[in-house]
Each structure stands twice: as C-alpha cells, then as structure tokens.
C-alpha cells in the first residue's frame, strides 16, 4: 500500500486555486500612447526648423554659414527661367539680361506691394532667393529694382551649412 504523504490533499486543492484565479498579462496602452503623443508633438515642432523658403523645389540655395535664422519678409525668388515675387511669375529671365538697366515689371509690382502695406519702414525688408546657376549680373539687376522700389533692407536666402564642411 502506498502512503499519500500527510497535506497532500491540501495542496492540490491549493495549486487548483491558484490556478483558476491566475491572471493573463495585460498590456498597459495608455502609457504607450503617452510616448507616441510626446513623439508626434516633437516632430511637428521640428517638422518647421528649415523655413518654408528653404524647401523649395523651383530654386537650389547656395550655402553658407551663416547663423541668423530668416525673417518672415517678402520674397523674389529667381528661378532658371523666371522672376517670382510672392510666388507669382513677374518677368521672364530673358528679358531680364536683354534689358540694360533695372527690370520694369518688377519695379512695378513691388510698388504696388509697398502701396498695400502700411506707410511707415516696418515692410521694406525683402528676401531674394536665387538659384545658384542664375549669373551675378541678373542678381544685381533684381537688387537694384528693389533697392529703387524702397526695398532698403535686402537679404539673400541660403542653405546654412556647418562651418567643419569646408
């Protein structure tokens, strides 16, 4: 005969209990929300660091080193084959080396631009952005007809490289 030791009745109704009332694991998803909540804010801000002007697919920036950020001003961009001002064909790049002196259609449009906004110097900043195979001499042009249209304050929009680049 063989002996059941004493107690063991006890534990296997013991080790039944335990099991029915065993839970299944569980994944906690609110703190994994919290993370890609934290991830998709971090990326919308960051998402906006380049500047919207620097994006641009009409115009290829030459770069610099420079370290100021650029302001929200108006923008001439100066493509291949175009003049842009605010994103609207002004002069096409042919006429624009043909002429001798200045470019008229610019001229006028960014008078009209200065005639919409407010009197005093607040809104004669301009930025120009020129695709780094437009020559120098088309460059001066636009420079000239802002500075004649009471644009003073020109600035040049460019791809901000690091200084150990070379």
Known sequence: MTRIPRGAAQFKWRRQRQQKSRRWPTLNLVALMDVFTILVF????????????AGNQLVELPESIAAQEPRDTLV????????????????????????ADGIKSLHVALQA?????????????????????????????????????GYGSISLAVLQRTPEAG
């Not at 971090?42 to 002007?53: C, I, M, R, Y």
């Not at 001002?85 to 042919?94: F, H, K, R």
């Not at 906004?117 to 636009?142: H, Y």
């Open 42 to 53: 971090f990326f919308l801000v960051h998402s906006a660091d380049g500047g919207s002007e």
């Open 113 to 149: 631009l200065l005639a919409e906004e407010a009197p005093a110097d607040s809104g004669r900043e301009v930025t120009i952005m020129g695709d780094r195979s437009v020559p120098f001499a088309v460059l001066n042009k636009v420079m000239l007809t802002c500075k004649r249209a």
């Open 76 to 99: 001439v961009m100066i493509t291949r084959d175009t003049i842009l001002l605010q994103g609207e064909p002004v002069v096409a790049i042919d006429h624009v080396t043909a002429s």
